[in-house]
């Protein structure tokens, strides 16, 4: 495959990346981290920059299917689990908040403040928004021309605008870190990575870059992961160059911006410091067109997935069903989303971790199912408990309990330790069931 072919799926797989989270949680995490700024950019390259090339990698070398991959652990937890990660970056959390985020960040700045609070300007935007997307999605085919080579370009001019005079005039010093990025920067940023959603979009998006590679008439299997692997690297250089702009932009801004709530208000503020009034329609090209890139590809992910395990509606509905679906749920507001979502993110998101990294190491443990089945069951025994604190149906006597057993738990990562032990002891019980299989067929033999 050509390079400009390769050039081209890789600036779609970026665009396709970078959506609504991807602009808002730099700028917040920079102003944030303050003087401890790079030690914090460095713990979210490794979760939004990092997580997804893997993901895209272990896609691409275990045949280009997610529910091939978790039905290493087991065909049940494989449809479930494949499920319950494509409603969650699907119609339920990701998809409406691509077009909450397009509007609260690229609109409401522009409206007079009576017009801003109103649900019905909101109703009104998300049916443009998603009828949109549903009308780029229904020719997945078209995907590289109408994203690589058309938005992904416009996109990275208008972020280019945005965050280039952070670096040729900075607003203001960095200022003195915030209690969690003083304490632990690099695992809050971290922590902070996961909120992006690109580690869980990696596992669906790779199929829609497989497809892209072999409708350019790429049909070797070896050929086509390394395509799909070239096209993750452009798409991680892409991301990790803007992240570390956006995260300076907001490091530099509190002496302008002031401390505020969200990386929406750091950015919208900072455009209109530099650019004035026109720096906000600016940044409402650049929200609009990365939300609008993300909820493309995830509507299309989404479809053919579901076609796939429930063929009674063709690709075509399932669209307009997910698009549908995606602009009412949008309403609910963004604050409310972001809520609802996060309790499930802190479950899916170590066990999707624990996949990617297993299928690296699939070869030396020759597959067997009892290491998948044992770090996903060592990564799901916290990572359950750590959604059910967050939502608040588990008490903090639990989160105290857990803090006090379980070794990096404070700093989010608290379910890296019973996914070693639970790989360690499935390793233990495959060595044991082949060294018995080798004395059964020593018997037959003998």
């Known amino acids: 495959m050509s390079f400009k072919h390769t050039l081209s799926i890789g600036l779609m797989l970026f665009a396709l990346f970078f959506g609504a989270g991807n602009m808002i949680f730099p700028p917040l995490l920079g102003q944030a981290a303050g003087t401890n700024i790079w030690p914090a950019v460095l713990g979210f390259l490794m979760t939004g920059v990092g997580l997804p090339l893997l993901g895209i990698t272990a896609i691409a070398i275990s045949g280009g299917d997610l529910e091939k991959l978790a039905s290493r652990v087991h065909p049940i937890f494989a449809i479930v689990f494949t499920i319950v990660l494509y409603l969650s970056i699907g119609p339920i959390f990701a998809i409406p908040r691509t077009g909450t985020v397009a509007f609260e960040i690229g609109v409401v700045p522009l409206l007079p403040n009576e017009m801003a609070s109103s ?5 009104i935007y998300t049916i443009i928004f998603f009828g949109i997307t549903l009308f780029l999605s229904l020719n997945p085919s078209k995907l590289v021309d109408s994203i690589g080579k058309i938005l992904t370009p ?11 005079q952070a670096f040729i005039n900075p607003m203001g010093p960095l200022s003195t870190p915030g209690d969690a990025y003083g304490s632990a920067p690099f695992f809050k940023g971290f922590i902070e990575g996961y909120l992006t959603l690109d ?16 409708e350019v008439g790429v049909t070797d299997r070896k050929k086509i992961a390394s395509a799909t692997i070239k096209a993750g690297v452009i798409a991680a250089l892409g991301l990790m160059l803007v992240y570390i702009s956006l995260a300076y932009l907001g490091a530099t801004s509190p002496s302008v911006v002031g401390n505020v709530d969200n990386g929406g208000q750091i950015l919208s503020k900072s455009a209109a410091y530099y650019y004035g009034a026109a720096g906000n329609i600016v940044l409402g ?32 509905q399932y669209v307009v069903i997910l698009s549908v ?21 802190l479950v899916i998101y170590p ?13 030396f443990f020759k597959g067997s199912r009892y290491v998948y089945t044992g770090g996903v069951i060592g990564t799901a025994l916290v990572s359950i408990w750590d959604g059910l604190v967050y939502s608040g149906i588990a008490g903090e006597n639990v ?14 990562v608290g379910w890296i330790v019973p996914a070693l032990i639970g790989i360690a002891i499935g390793y233990l019980f495959s060595f044991k069931e082949k060294k018995q299989q080798k004395i059964q067929k020593y018997k037959k033999v003998s």
């Open 154 to 164: 416009a996109l990275l001019i208008t972020i280019a605008i945005l965050v280039v």
């Open 399 to 412: 989160k105290q309990i857990l803090s006090d057993l379980l070794p990096l738990y404070n700093e989010g």
């Open 119 to 123: 649900s019905m300007i909101l109703f």
């Open 285 to 316: 090209l650049a929200i609009t067109l990365a939300c609008l890139t993300t909820s493309v590809g995830l509507v299309t992910s989404c479809s053919e997935y579901f076609h796939k395990i429930w063929p009674k509606f063709n690709y075509r």
């Open 199 to 214: 580690a869980l979009a990696a596992l669906v998006f790779g199929i829609v870059v497989i497809n892209a590679v072999k």
């Open 325 to 345: 679906v995606s602009m009412l749920i949008a309403n609910v507001g963004l604050t409310q989303l972001i809520n609802l979502s996060l309790p499930v993110l």
């Open 351 to 363: 066990i999707a971790i624990t996949l990617v990294f297993l299928a690296f190491l699939n070869n």
